[in-house]
Each structure stands twice: as structure tokens, then as C-alpha cells.
């Protein structure tokens, strides 16, 4: 298996849909953490989502399914001004002041704590 990096941008509408699509991308295999050298887990910038596949196509069917599924719940087309999908060359540096949070077990997902937070909502 080899690790994807998929950076987007997507056009403004409203409802926004960047929140639930992050919402949305650990159902796809996708996430915006990526394991650092100590194997924490760091935030990834905005608009760049991570996920381990087989080959290109699989990250491309990945990505696709994640944008319907967050067309279908926002109730409009989500539109995708840009996109690249790379294969990540091992070992890779990544550099963020964000680790990601632990949850605990039978909790909300790390995603949707974040997004809650994001809105101001208390978790």
C-alpha cells in the first residue's frame, strides 16, 4: 500500500461544503492527519487530505466518492476548481504545531470534534 496526498481547492457556495466534506473523509479512507517521524499524528494544511491505496486510481475513486457523498449531504454540487493527487515519497517530512487530539473510546470521532469546535460548538 502506498500513501496519497490529495490537495483541492473547491469553489465557495453556500452551504460551504469543506466542513462536512472533512467530515465525511475517514468513511473514504481519507483524513488530514498524517504520522510524523515520532508517530504522532499532524495536522496537514488546509484543503490536503491523506490516505494509504494500492494505486493512483484508488486514491482518484476515493477522492471522487468523498466529493458525492458530501454533494448528496450538503444538498448541492460541490465543485472542485482543483485538484492533485501524488504518491508520497518515503519517508516524508511533515511539519505541523497541531497533533491530533486522542478520543476516547465510544466517543465522536476526532473530525467531527474538531468541526464542532471550529463552529464554536462545545463537545
Avoid at 496519497?4 to 460551504?16: G, W
Wanted: proline share 7%; charged share 30%; net charge positive.
Amino acid at each position: 500500500m502506498k500513501r496519497f496526498f490529495i490537495s483541492y481547492d473547491l469553489k465557495e457556495t453556500d452551504p460551504e461544503p469543506h466542513s462536512d466534506l472533512l467530515g465525511l473523509a475517514e468513511k473514504y479512507k481519507l483524513s488530514n492527519w498524517a504520522p510524523a517521524k515520532d508517530n504522532r499524528l499532524r495536522h496537514l494544511p488546509d484543503t490536503t487530505l491523506t490516505g494509504t491505496f494500492e494505486t493512483h486510481e484508488e486514491a482518484y475513486t476515493a477522492w471522487k466518492k468523498l466529493v458525492s457523498a458530501t454533494s448528496r449531504k450538503i444538498g448541492i454540487p460541490v465543485k472542485v476548481e482543483k485538484l492533485l493527487i501524488v504518491q508520497s515519497a518515503n519517508p516524508f517530512m511533515i511539519s505541523s504545531d497541531v497533533d491530533k487530539p486522542k478520543v476516547a473510546p465510544g466517543s465522536k470521532s476526532t473530525a467531527l470534534r474538531i468541526i464542532a469546535l471550529a463552529r464554536g460548538k462545545k463537545t
